[in-house]
């Protein structure tokens, strides 16, 4: 099957045919890619934010249709739609029993053994599989646990969305802040995961929905189609913090750094209220610390990780369907271009020139 291959740092993808595996393990199931999202955490690997093994197959938000499943898949079957996504978990250890599974402390137990035939290679040596996913391929070989079976009315370009902008986004909003009717909230960076921080705040109730961003194409967006109340072009405010406590009596309830950018957070500190509460969203590069003056913690506030909105994905990822379904969210226009798996790396073209929501690879 044909993938877009990451084989060194600061290149392009190529398009190669690459292997999958015959026999399907137990526990694994065989999906038809239908679509996959372009994201920021693939262009850090690509530019060596963060390390990992190489080649790799990169793409961690992706759809697609059921073509075969292991004999112990019982609950997933052929041609069911499905969403692939990172947040894969054992479902044994101490995080998943508890039913947070983002935190899963065993991602390992998903992934096939050292010495068995890896699920992607190419000439007999493995291709790296990243997140569990490498949904830049047109075949994708996965643990059962990597996929959600969605509503069959739902369009398979926009569930791919869901994985990780959507599911980041809104979760971070709505299940991890908590954010509530009459909050002020500030979102940096209104990129896929920044966007659906707006769209998760507006719903849960939020007075003030402030996105901030260089983009005035994304402001745009942010307005018109999810729910910010503000915008504020960095790249023409001379103190965008101070603007921000302007418009919120002092600075919002909750900031969202949706970047992964270190110094963002200082910019999210100071547009933070006495009391409130800054949320790390974005992801930031291997080693990278953030500058955290201790005058913010006299005031009351707290910086905070968040990994993948606490997607819980076989809850979750249904009740997003379900929310676009009844026109409760937003999706259509969380979509940028649509192009072919020859022309990825114009989407990440797009990405670094931040043209557009979100790039989608359509198979
Ligand atoms: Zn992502
Ligand atoms: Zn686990």
């Known amino acids: 099957m044909r993938a877009a291959v990451l084989n060194a740092l600061h290149e392009p993808l190529t398009i190669e045919t690459i292997d999958t595996p015959d026999a399907l393990q137990a526990n694994e199931v065989r999906v038809a890619t239908a ?3 372009i994201c920021h955490s693939d262009l850090h690997v690509i530019d060596g934010r963060v390390a990992r093994p190489l080649p790799v197959v990169l793409g961690h938000e992706a759809s697609g249709v059921v073509s075969e499943v292991g004999s112990s898949v019982k609950d997933v079957a052929v041609g069911d739609h499905v969403v692939a996504c990172f947040v894969v978990f054992c479902g044994r250890c101490r995080m998943c029993r508890s039913g947070r599974p983002a935190m899963c402390q065993d991602r390992q137990a998903t992934m096939r053994g050292a010495g068995e035939e890896p699920r992607l290679s190419r000439a007999g040596s493995e291709v790296h599989q990243w997140t569990n996913i490498a949904g830049f391929a047109e075949e994708m070989v996965l643990h059962r646990n990597a996929v959600t079976v969605i509503d069959e009315r739902m369009p398979l370009d926009l569930a791919a969305m869901l994985g990780c902008a959507v599911a980041t986004g809104v979760g971070s909003a709505r299940k991890v802040a908590g954010v509530g009717p009459g909050d002020h909230v500030v979102v940096i960076g209104a990129g896929g995961v920044g966007l659906n921080v707006c769209q998760g705040a507006a719903a849960a109730g939020a007075a003030t929905v402030i996105a901030l961003d260089r983009s005035p194409e994304r402001l745009a967006l942010a307005s018109e189609r999810f ?21 919120t009596d002092g ?10 950018a270190p110094a963002l957070i200082g910019l999210a500190l100071d547009a933070t209220a006495r009391g409130g509460s800054v949320w790390a969203v974005g992801v930031f590069g291997d080693g990278a610390t953030i500058p955290l003056p201790a005058d913010h913690l006299h005031s009351g506030k707290g910086v905070h990780g968040v990994r993948a909105g606490s997607l819980e994905p076989q809850r979750d990822l249904p009740a997003l369907v379900a929310d676009h379904l009844a ?8 979509a940028g271009r649509r192009i072919a798996l020859d022309e990825i790396n114009d989407g990440i073209a797009d990405l670094v020139a931040g043209v557009g929501a979100r790039t989608l690879v359509v198979f």
Do not use: K
Request: aromatic content about 2%; hydrophobic content about 50%.
């Open 227 to 247: 729910g910010a109340t503000h915008v504020v072009d960095t790249g023409l405010v001379a103190d965008p913090a101070a603007l921000v406590r302007d418009l």
């Open 35 to 37: 679509a996959v999202g």
């Open 251 to 260: 600075g919002a309830d909750h900031s969202f750094e949706a970047v992964g």
């Open 327 to 334: 026109g409760r969210l937003e999706l259509e226009a969380l």
